[in-house]
């Protein structure tokens, strides 16, 4: 086949031949765009939306394989070409680096097929996702690490071939040694944070999805990147901080080992509440409530002020977010069942009139304003 390819290569034009070449190219890059797109629209058009590798290849690698194998046939096909020699070097290189470049962004693209299956592998929806968390922290951080690394190899592998900027390159590593270190110190901080970053995505002292309060605002790790955190803040806002914030200054993780949590109610009362009856209608209404959780359900006596007794209420939930709404549930319940069986053990100041004998002060009740 070889010796077939060389004898039409010398009997045809050159021009003719190299069209010729080029039109086989190009029609190996559309039969390959018309195949991706055709298994893309079964894929669109299927109603499963279970994981799959091959819809995941397809979807990934349909770009890049639209210029990689184009260019790969291409510099297959180059020796064959008939070129002037005043071109066939530049010709050459410049397909090598175009082929260069396909194949980083290929590669980039694996990285997120096998992103995809341990999404798989790891579910996230889930009531108890803390091992998902996890390695879905460390394979983001990864990912990002490995997507900096393929771009700078290629960007270094594209400067070598060219003489002058290896020239170049050798003159600035042997002979400008000052520069060297004004960068090391303009760059410090960044180096800081690329470790800060690599320190959370093995120690993990937060997690993607954990639930924060930093900066006295409660909201979930959204996005962690090489050099800052999203938080997602509960009203929709987003705070953005350093990636090493995480490692210099305290912050309040509540998932970080369970999503399970306690919240508490307060609940001020005169002195003639019946805490036992409380205590039965807290029961009561934990176990009407689907958000709590059926580990804690407690009613104290925790303080004693001049004019209230202070009780607290302890309960427990599968979540923060199901903790706020149970103990907003909770709160408003017990409020109206004190005023609709107990409405005297509602808050009340008590004053002792001028003229009134003593033994009578503890009769005089009036309702506080």
């Not at 900096?148 to 594209?158: D, G, N, R, S, Y």
Request: with cysteine; proline share 3%.
């Amino acid at each position: 086949m070889e010796n077939q390819i060389n004898v039409w290569s010398k009997t045809w034009p050159h021009w003719l031949w190299n069209m010729a070449i080029i039109a086989i190219v190009l029609l190996i890059g559309i039969a390959v765009k018309v195949i991706v797109k055709l298994l893309l629209n079964y894929y669109k058009n299927k109603k499963d939306n279970s994981y799959s590798f091959l819809k995941s290849f397809i979807t990934h690698f349909s770009r890049p394989l639209n210029h990689f194998i184009p260019l790969l046939v291409i510099n297959l096909f180059l020796p064959y070409l008939t070129l002037k020699d005043d071109y066939a070097d530049d010709v050459k290189k410049w397909l090598g680096i175009l082929l260069l470049i396909s194949f980083a962004s290929l590669l980039i693209n694996a990285i997120t097929i096998l992103e995809d299956y341990i999404y798989y592998k790891y579910d996230f929806n889930k009531e108890d996702n803390l091992k998902e968390r996890k390695v879905r922290t460390q394979l983001q951080f990864v990912r990002q690490v490995a997507t900096v690394l393929i771009v700078l190899i290629t960007l270094a592998l594209i400067l070598l071939s060219f003489e002058n900027v290896r020239k170049l390159g050798a003159g600035l590593l042997t002979g400008v040694g000052i520069g060297g270190i004004i960068i090391g110190f303009a760059a410090q901080k960044s180096l800081g944070n690329l470790l800060a970053g690599f320190q959370i995505a093995f120690t993990q002292p937060i997690r993607i999805d954990d639930v924060l309060v930093v900066e006295g605002e409660w909201g979930r790790v959204e996005d962690i990147t090489l050099t800052y955190v999203v938080i997602s803040i509960w009203d929709q806002r987003r705070l953005i901080l350093p990636i090493n914030y995480f490692i210099e200054k305290p912050f309040q993780n509540w998932t970080r080992t369970t999503s399970q949590i306690l919240g508490t109610v307060f609940i001020y009362v005169d002195y003639k509440i019946p805490a036992e009856a409380m205590r039965n209608e807290l029961l009561r209404l934990l176990n009407e409530s689907p958000l709590w959780d059926k580990r804690v359900g407690k009613l104290q006596v925790t303080d004693i002020k001049e004019n209230v007794v202070e009780l607290r209420i302890l309960v427990s939930a599968a979540n923060s977010s199901n903790a706020f709404d149970l103990r907003c549930d909770i709160r408003e319940k017990m409020v109206a069942f004190l005023q609709e069986h107990y409405p005297e053990t509602l808050p009340r100041n008590r004053y002792v009139l001028a003229n009134e004998p003593v033994e009578h002060i503890s009769n005089t009740d009036i309702n506080k304003s």
